[in-house]
């Protein structure tokens, strides 16, 4: 399982903290029961949406394939030629 990143971690924290100040506010509950089914909703909520919160991705930059040189299937032979490198057959001169 990776990593929650630092957004994952900030999103989830946030929204468990507001979203239990808003439900003790609006049900007014004062009951040991209440606090624990309101802080238990608020926990599920948090780890929602710090689920949904899309992580980095890792992408490589336009630097890294522009260098990055292309492999070929057997070690110490040249990539094929595309083709797009190819002349066209009626194009080549006649033997």
Do not use: N
Request: zero cysteines; a positive charge.
């Amino acid at each position: 399982m990776p990593r929650p990143t630092a957004a994952q971690l900030s999103y989830g924290s946030v929204t468990v903290v507001l979203s239990t100040l808003a439900m003790l506010l609006l049900f007014r509950t004062g009951s040991g029961i209440g606090i624990a089914a309101v802080g238990t909703v608020a926990l599920a909520l948090g780890l929602a949406v710090s689920v949904t919160v899309p992580a980095k991705s890792r992408r490589p930059t336009a630097k890294a394939a522009r260098t990055s040189a292309p492999v070929s299937a057997h070690r110490g032979t040249a990539p094929a030629a595309r083709d797009e490198d190819r002349a066209p057959v009626s194009a080549q001169s006649p033997r």
